[in-house]
């Protein structure tokens, strides 16, 4: 080894800016931020807007700094995985002290700042999500058990009853309906990504649905799931809790993500498939609850 290789090895060069961004899983994140805010558009009352604004960035701050006290506790699984291993723990960018600093330092912000500016019931449901996500899903349940994701996806289902909270200070039917929602949402979301993604799993030893239970459970799990979520989608509408133009949104959008998880759960893999249905259902999951949020919040922006 030459002097250089000992160089690098000992001192990695300090992580940049863009390595932290990353840390908080940005992409993922938005849609959590984004169902936080309609949650909290969707209450009936005036929030004021500067209360408002800071709800949501602690939501963002929080959620982010969980993503990154999961990429510092899963560094090892990330390494073994394509699609992960490019992230700044694995990759070696970032020192791992730094990225727990990281996480830590801002839920804490994060949970205080909403604490002091917003009130504490917010702050207490955005800590509980937190630990829930690293602590039960990430630590507990994610290396042990299929019901994984079923279980620990529970944690990203509290942003719309967080931006509820941060506005009227308690909690009612229709974000605990949300909360349902998204509950529901995260099995049929993740599994159909699960099913194409399988080898990385499963190279990963992580007990994933596909991985332990076989693909025609997973596929069959997926169907179930998709009804009960669907149930719950117009739920709302249905009781009066939310407008016409979510009613609308959830009856379409669920009816198409029926029709979408009715194919993958129906089908069998076939050799050199390219798992295009499966595809489907995951990237139209995620263009689902970015439509019935937004009508969530149109109806009382718009039609209110
Ligand atoms: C335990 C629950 C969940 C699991 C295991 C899970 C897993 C995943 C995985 C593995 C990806 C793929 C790629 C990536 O890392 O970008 C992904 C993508 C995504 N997830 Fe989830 N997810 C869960 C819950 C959620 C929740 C609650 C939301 C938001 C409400 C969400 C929103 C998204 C979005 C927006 C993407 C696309 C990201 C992109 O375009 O790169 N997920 N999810
Ligand atoms: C407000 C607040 C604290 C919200 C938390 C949001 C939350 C729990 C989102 C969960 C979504 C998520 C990033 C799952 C990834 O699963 P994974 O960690 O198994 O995915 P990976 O393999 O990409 O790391």
Known sequence: MN?????VAAYPLPADWR???????????????????????AAPVAIDPVIGFTAILCIALGAGASGALNQW?????????????????????????????????LSAFSVLLMGLAVNWLSAAILLGSIL??????TVWLKRR???????????????PIIGWAAATGDVTALPLLLFGLIFLWTPPHFWALA??????YSA??????????GERTTRTQIGLYTIAMAACAVAPWAL?????????TAIVGSAIFAVLALRVATRTRGENDAMKPEKSLFAFSILYLFLLFGGLATDRLVFA
């Open 132 to 137: 829930f996500y690293v602590l039960i899903y």
């Open 240 to 248: 009066g809790l939310a407008g016409d133009a979510y009613g609308l």
């Open 73 to 105: 506790y899963e560094a090892d699984i990330d390494a073994v995985m394509k699609r992960t291993a490019k992230r700044p723990l694995p990759a070696g960018r970032m020192d791992a002290q730094a990225a727990l600093h990281f996480g830590v330092g």
């Open 195 to 200: 099913l194409f993604m399988k080898a990385d």
């Open 3 to 7: 002097a250089t290789t000992i160089s």
């Open 204 to 213: 990963a030893g992580v007990p994933m649905l596909p991985v332990v239970a």
């Open 145 to 159: 058990t299929p019901q994984n994701i079923v279980i620990g996806g529970a944690a990203g289902a509290f942003p």
């Open 19 to 41: 390595d932290f961004l990353a840390l908080t899983k940005p992409r993922v994140m938005t849609l959590v931020v984004f169902t936080a805010l309609c949650g909290m558009l």
